[in-house]
């Protein structure tokens, strides 16, 4: 049956049914995940009066975790692709809950650089492996909004994860182990339970969905096909050459962008906002955190869906990374706390609505292998950021004053928007012409 068989409404149902039972699970996964690498914001005041740890070693070691992401992106999605995404997810899940849990015993430098490391090592292909997971399941015709409820994991862990980080902190005196180690270690098995979960819940693509009928199966999977089938004239062919592709390149240099304003920001958001309020970290300030979140959670569920509903995802994504530009450089200058929050709340709504947008723009042409390396470069590139971004707002404060960094963050998140801006200039193989996304192929020789 081919997909113009398939009335809009049907496969719109079909699309509402799979997102009904793949997203919750996701979603649970990646508030795990960002929760396991935000914990280090909330703990740092103190885990570093406990340790003696300087704001240096603090800044390496929350940036040495995306260097072993990095380097080990691509063979992750690879081997996801061989292997299958219920088993390779899980197994992410379960290494990195583990090494979570040991951070217990990061009470010098060496062993929290080796902890770090290892977790990035770990937790390596987990987003890149969920994006190109719904690439196997969701047409790009909804991908940006089904892209949106996974990535509300990243506020939604603020806003139930800092409370709950903030309470654990505060039974620093009442267990028998510090207050940060407690925190460690329930996220930490709170990951490997959950990995667990995974495993027996998710299946690889539609043909192993028992869940769906057999004309659901059909359905879906010839509109998927449709889709591929439109794409293999444009994407590079085989994972080696995506690596080098211009147009892939160029996206990880955006995401880049995206991800420095993402991670200088939420590695310092718990002790920003207790400077603005005037209080230590704990549960006071746990909760103030859910407020930027809170809001980035609503914008994100409109602008994703406002993305898939007008098809200008392009112009979304560079008002949504703009906004997170100018919503930063305010918090840093502003002194009352009630605009000071609200100028955070602006700056995080728009770096996590940006995302589920973007990564419609890469995924509506890169095909099979080429996906599978094509996301995991873009995401290891990109994530580099989480490495750069703490040591240059260090660097910036440290020279400049403390105002500086976040005002740099900022620069570099209205450069993104800049470049994705332009992406339809520079990058004309991946222009929308449908009303769908789908990419017009780049001359052969690019490829």
């Known amino acids: 049956m081919s997909s113009q068989s398939s009335t809009r409404p ?24 960002f929760l396991d690498r935000a914990n280090l914001g909330f703990a740092k005041v103190a885990w570093q009066a406990d340790t003696g740890i300087s704001d240096a070693a603090y800044a390496l070691g929350a940036g040495i975790f995306f260097v072993g992401y990095a380097i080990f992106e691509i063979p992750s999605n690879l081997l996801m692709r061989r292997v299958g995404a219920k088993i390779w997810l899980a197994r992410i899940m379960i290494s990195w809950g583990i090494v979570s849990s040991l951070m217990i015993f990061a009470t010098n430098e060496w062993t929290f650089y080796i902890l770090r490391v290892l977790l990035g090592i770990t937790e390596a292909g987990f987003f890149p492996g969920v994006i190109l ?14 892209n949106g409820l996974f990535y509300f994991g990243a506020p939604l862990a603020f806003i139930f994860g800092g409370p709950l980080s903030g309470m654990l902190l505060d039974l620093d005196d009442k267990v028998a182990i510090h207050g940060w180690q407690l925190m460690f270690l329930v996220t930490g098995i709170l990951t490997v339970l959950v990995g667990i979960v995974a495993f027996f819940y998710l299946d690889n693509g539609p043909k192993d969905a028992k869940w769906l009928d057999a004309h659901e199966r059909e359905a879906l999977l010839s509109a998927l096909d449709d889709e591929n089938t439109a794409k293999e004239n444009h994407s590079p062919r085989g994972a080696l050459r995506a690596l080098g592709n211009p147009v892939v390149l160029y996206f990880a240099a955006i995401y880049l962008t995206i991800q420095m304003s993402v991670y200088g920001v939420t590695f310092y958001l718990p ?40 098809g200008q995802r392009r112009l979304i994504a560079t008002l949504a990374l703009a906004a997170a530009g100018v919503g930063i450089v305010l918090s840093a200058v502003i002194q009352d706390p009630i605009v000071a929050l609200a100028a955070l709340s602006i700056g995080a709504a728009g770096f996590i609505s940006v995302q589920p947008v973007f990564w419609t723009l890469p995924t ?33 404060d440290a020279t400049f004053g403390d105002s500086a960094g976040l005002i740099v963050l900022a620069v570099i998140a209205l450069l993104g928007a800049a470049l994705i801006a332009l992406s339809r200039v520079v990058s004309p193989a991946v222009r929308e012409t449908d009303g769908i996304g789908l990419a017009v192929s780049a001359p052969t020789h690019q490829r």
């Open 364 to 396: 509506s042409f890169l095909l099979g292998a080429a996906a599978a390396s094509g996301i995991a470069l873009i995401n290891s590139l990109g994530s580099l950021g989480g490495f750069l971004a703490p040591i240059l707002k260090n660097w910036a």
């Open 271 to 310: 002790t920003q906002i207790a400077t603005i309020v005037g209080q230590p970290v704990g549960l006071e300030v746990g909760l103030l955190t859910a407020v930027p979140w809170t809001f980035a959670l609503i914008v994100t569920f409109v602008l994703s869906r406002l993305a898939d509903s007008t």
């Open 133 to 146: 997971f719904l690439t196997y399941w969701i047409p790009l015709k909804y991908r940006a909004r089904v």
């Open 10 to 33: 049907e496969l719109a149902a079909i699309v509402r049914k799979v997102t009904l039972r793949l997203i919750p699970i996701l979603l649970l996964m990646y508030i795990l995940a």
